[in-house]
């Protein structure tokens, strides 16, 4: 599309965003160079190898759906992924539609910046190499920059140092004296894969999760046989989910129904699961009856958990009455379980065996709340009450979420503006796709999208598919660039605000990284889209048809 360029579209990250912007991109005929600093396709499910490591999404519905030849193909071997299976896949999309050929690879990105007398985007990498394009994607993922505590004496530690995000290979845990910090997602997989092989572990907690039972059953021929045969209405039906699962039921060939009103309620819906529905009204006998037949994460399924205060509470109290009962020790269960936040404010942890991994005699819950942590030293960990001697610590303290990855990228807008001082008080876009000052920049599934409240692989491709049409759109008219405007963007942030206001995300005592509460500094601003994926793509769809609304071209 220029005559300048290196090439039409620069993309930074080779993960599932990636991945698919090499492959539409190039259906419209645009060259494409993609960097990553891996030295391999698959992002996130590259870099966290840890035990235990899986995706809580179903595998049928956390899989592209842009090729009904590759459904078909593809078999997958439980209905909840492990990371080496979803790795499997994103080498053998890779590799079927040829995309590793654009792809430059242990290539770190150090500077991205707008040239503004030529309007070129320009990559720079670690080894010096420049490089300009018409346009560019960042497509570095949510959950892609591990963040580290700032611990007294974290740097003196003796012995072997892990971070979930950056597992290496070949790690042998076996007999030797284990520590975890952080109790999040990574965390509470971590801890019951490794426990039986250690000689003690430690598990330092901060603050208590709710953490749910998954259901992982084996996906058998016949089970993989209705997937298949139903993937085209799969495919179809998560389009118009908040969370952009289609709910379907591998072992009866059966989908959940949808509510009559499901998309009049101007997305304050969050339908998951058998049933959804309200938890308020319910007796104590029709919920023991629903736990008992469902688990007790169908807690997570009613609606009313999320936007009102007495509902939400209801759950969590019988949320910790099981937390109680799973634990033997009434010490360690009742520091298991969460006292100052409702369910629901965080995003859901899905564990296996987590609580009664707590029964086990090599197990110690250190409470931090109880006994703070004084500093890491050659040794271990000393708190308040003790000195822990570790021969391995594990760090699952997370990530900078939404924001981090394109923070550390050094994005330099029009006229040498930062992306850092733009978003000096938190992250405002458009759609979590397009930044005003920074034209010809997109963002896939960034700040201000449903990202991590829905599924990523599907709003991946809706935003893809949503800056490929508009640089079609673009060429029809012969214009050379784009951003939004001012107004949209106020207007944008102001509706996703308003969203999450008086919600459980929101809530008093709700400290998560959907707020940026992880990263000591951070602007503490509710990040995502919470009206739902189904609702968000409306949006979209409605902006693109009125010759995309709020964006401003030249």
Excluded at 37 to 56: H, I, L, Q, T
């Amino acid at each position: 599309m220029s005559n300048f360029a290196d090439f039409d579209v620069l993309v930074v990250g080779a993960g599932f965003a990636g991945l698919y912007a090499i492959h539409r991109f190039r259906r419209q005929g645009l060259s494409v160079k993609v960097f990553e600093k891996a030295p391999e396709v698959g992002g996130c499910w590259y870099w966290n190898k840890y035990p235990g490591c899986r995706c809580d999404i179903p595998s049928v519905d956390y899989s592209y759906g842009f090729s009904p030849e590759l459904d078909q193909e593809w078999t997958w071997p439980e209905a909840y992924s492990k990371q080496a299976d979803i790795l499997n896949y994103i080498k053998h999309v890779a590799d079927k539609f040829d995309l590793r050929k654009d792809i430059q690879f242990n290539s770190e990105v150090t500077a991205v910046t707008f040239l503004d007398d030529q309007r070129l985007w320009e990559i720079t990498t670690a080894d010096g190499e420049k490089t300009t394009g018409t346009y560019c994607v960042m497509a570095t993922g949510g959950l892609s920059v591990p963040t580290k505590p700032k611990l007294a004496g974290v740097d003196t530690y003796a012995g072997l140092e892990l971070h979930t995000a950056a597992w290496p290979e070949g790690v042998d845990l076996k007999g030797k004296r284990v520590g975890i910090i952080g109790t999040g997602s990574s965390g509470v997989q971590v801890v019951p894969e490794i426990a039986p092989e250690v000689e003690h572990l430690y598990v330092f907690q901060r603050t208590p999760a709710y953490a749910t039972p998954a259901f992982e059953p084996t996906m058998t021929p016949e089970m993989m046989d209705r997937v298949k045969a139903n993937y085209p209405r799969i495919r179809e039906t998560q389009q118009f989910t908040p969370r952009a699962v289609a709910n379907f039921n591998a072992r009866t060939g059966a989908f959940a129904p949808l509510p009559d009103d499901f998309l009049t309620q101007g997305g304050r819906v969050d339908f998951r699961g058998t049933s959804g529905g309200n938890i308020k009204g319910l007796t104590t006998e029709e919920l023991a009856e629903l736990i008992k037949n469902y688990g007790i994460g169908h807690l997570l399924n009613f609606q009313d958990i999320y936007f009102d205060e007495e509902s939400n509470e209801k759950a969590s109290d019988i949320f910790r009455g099981y937390v109680k009962s799973s634990v033997r020790d009434p010490e360690t269960a009742d520091s298991l379980t969460p006292k100052n936040y409702g369910i629901g404010c965080k995003r859901p942890v899905r564990d296996r065996s987590y609580y009664q991994t707590f029964n086990r005699d090599n197990v110690t819950l250190v409470d931090l709340q109880k006994q703070p942590l004084e500093e890491v030293n050659p040794a271990g960990i000393r708190t308040s009450a003790n000195q822990y001697d570790l021969d391995v610590l594990i760090y699952a303290t997370g990530f900078d979420a939404l924001t981090g990855a394109l923070l550390k990228a050094n994005i330099t807008g029009r006229g040498g503006l930062k992306l850092t001082e733009k978003w000096q008080y938190g992250p405002v876009g458009y759609l979590g796709l397009q930044i005003e000052g920074f034209p010809n920049l997109f963002a896939v599934t960034g700040p201000g999208s449903p990202s991590a409240l829905a599924n990523m692989v599907v709003g991946i491709e809706q935003h893809i598919n949503f800056i490929a049409d508009c640089l079609a759109f673009m060429k029809e008219k012969h214009y050379a660039e784009v951003e939004p405007t001012k107004d949209a963007v106020d207007e944008w942030v102001s509706i996703c605000n308003k969203l999450a206001e008086g919600t459980s995300y929101t809530a008093s005592g709700c400290k998560s990284w959907y707020l940026g509460t992880n990263i000591p500094g951070k602007p503490q601003v509710f990040m995502p889209y919470i009206g739902g994926y189904h609702i968000f793509k409306q949006h979209c769809d409605n902006v693109a048809r009125n010759d995309y609304a709020g964006f401003a071209f030249r």
